[in-house]
């Protein structure tokens, strides 16, 4: 007789336990509930998230928090889509005022995705000389390119620019491989044309983009030791280029977040009905 009075107290102790536990899961459930409805979506995912952690024997709450959850995520996902569209526009118009200044490279046979080249500085407008040059691709990846042109090879590999002060940025070293680091030799002379893309160029290319109202040597690394400046129509091809590539990249950025945003809610709303 004792013991069934022990296992009496002890079934109604846990029920008890397991009513008031569900009674907390439903208040921050309610809370989350709330937040949704005024558009705090982390508040309410972290308030959802906290039912899974304190009472994950809540069966039920938990039931109507991963519903809930599914419905956040797509106000989100909407709210994404409706910032991006508001956006897109202004920065489209950016673009093709920016763009009327430049060339667009592109074979249409073996390439997916052009470069836009400041018209100043395509390559049959610059032959012969040294100079740094610049492009970018219609995705808003922006390279930098160091071009020698003399009697003797300099075998170079990498640039540093700097400015009178003694700041200065450098790219990074690229080996000889005959293809973003090239060379050839015509007519008794030289050219070497290096290419820093991504991550290899874009310490040099802000700093040149920061200094452009001054004088910014630019010593040829990796080689035999090779100077020349800037010129005022170079600087001012990197500092239009950079700008083109802000933009670029916003239109490329916005459109991928507003492709996933709108993939995200077709699978979410497939998941509801399925749940349902």
């Known amino acids: 007789m004792r013991h069934l009075i022990l296992y009496i107290v002890l079934a109604a102790t846990l029920f008890t336990a397991c009513d008031q536990n569900e009674k907390k899961a439903q208040t921050r459930l ?7 409805e005024q558009n705090e979506f982390i508040g309410a995912k972290n308030e959802i998230d906290s039912i899974r952690v304190l009472y994950p024997k809540a069966f039920k709450v938990l039931k109507e928090g991963l519903t809930l959850m599914r419905q956040v995520e797509i106000k989100e996902a909407e709210r994404n889509i409706a910032f991006c569209d508001s956006l897109l526009p202004i920065k489209q118009e950016e673009f093709q005022k920016l763009k009327e200044a430049f060339t667009l490279e592109k074979d249409s046979i073996y390439e997916e995705i052009g470069n836009y080249i400041w018209k100043q500085q395509t390559v049959e407008r610059n032959v012969e000389r ?5 492009g970018v691709n219609e995705k808003g990846e922006m390279y930098l390119a160091s071009v020698y042109f003399g009697p003797k090879a300099i075998n170079h590999t990498g640039i540093k620019v700097s400015i009178p002060d003694g700041e200065y940025a450098e790219t990074v070293s690229i080996p000889y491989d005959g293809g973003v680091n090239y060379r050839f030799e015509d007519l008794g002379n030289t050219t070497e044309v290096v290419t820093y893309k991504g991550e290899n160029g874009v310490d040099a290319i802000k700093f040149i983009y920061a200094h452009t109202k001054e004088r910014i040597k630019v010593d040829y690394t990796g080689g035999k030791p090779y100077i020349i400046y800037i010129a005022e129509g170079d600087k001012k091809a990197i500092a239009a280029t950079f700008e083109l590539a802000s933009v670029l990249s916003d239109i490329e950025n916005m459109t991928v977040q507003k492709d996933k945003s709108e993939r995200r809610i077709i699978y979410l709303r ?3 009905q399925t749940e349902q």
């Open 30 to 36: 309610d809370n989350a509930r709330r937040m949704y």
């Open 130 to 134: 040294c100079y740094i040059r610049c």
């Open 270 to 272: 497939e998941r509801l």
